[in-house]
């Protein structure tokens, strides 16, 4: 669920040098560097600088295009554990019954039951190379959908922004990048609002 976030982690750490560029060179005067005083706030003084952050887990949590795209890609999950497991138990059941008809002396002939195991053997191959295409599906399937939520979501932002005027806008997921906050920067809520406005589901046929 992070992958939002480690895409916009870079205009983060631009943003620190260009504030730490604005800061030191405005003190500056004529070559030679004046001593900063620090800002002093009273009771009742409000003062909002241009940024602002949305909450990413929250956005997973409640913009509805991440929702259903959670929920079909579990349904596909789901139904192809559901297969593996099938598949296993059937070739449970084929190891035990070749067991058995080793200790029983069941094969004909010994090239019989080298057969035999062979095809076993097979089944477990082609079993764990169905389990390794699907887990590379879900990885696929997975990585698509972060991408297709963080592209609504950077097009939302831009839309929002032309109004708002952040010069910029932070993606925190826990304490990843914004560790303390007023809650006047936390825009996630009308984010998220403007983003489940936007977006219209496909009706199945």
Request: net charge neutral; charged share 25%; aromatic share 10%.
């Amino acid at each position: 669920m992070k992958n939002v976030s480690y895409i916009i982690n870079g205009v983060f750490a631009v943003a620190i040098i260009i504030l730490f560029i604005l800061f030191f060179t405005s003190n500056k005067k004529s070559g030679v560097e004046e001593t900063a005083s620090p800002l002093k706030f009273t009771e009742g003084d409000s003062v909002l600088l241009p940024l602002a952050y949305v909450n990413v887990d929250s956005i997973y949590l409640n913009y509805n295009l991440a929702k259903d795209a959670n929920e079909a890609l579990m349904k596909k999950y789901n139904s192809s554990n559901a297969e593996i497991t099938r598949r296993q138990r059937q070739l449970e059941a084929e190891i035990t019954d070749f067991q058995k008809k080793v200790q029983n002396n069941a094969f004909l002939s010994q090239e019989r039951g080298q057969q035999e195991q062979l095809r076993i053997q097979q089944l477990e191959a082609d079993l764990h190379a169905l389990a390794q295409r699907y887990q590379e599906e879900y990885a696929r399937e997975q990585q698509k959908m972060n991408g297709q939520i963080a592209d609504s979501v950077r097009l939302c932002l831009k839309e929002y922004n032309k109004t708002a005027n952040y010069q910029i806008i932070f993606s925190n997921a826990g304490l990843d990048n914004v560790l303390l906050a007023k809650d006047n920067y936390d825009i996630t809520t009308k984010i998220i609002t403007l983003l489940n406005t936007r977006y219209k589901p496909q009706v199945s046929k």
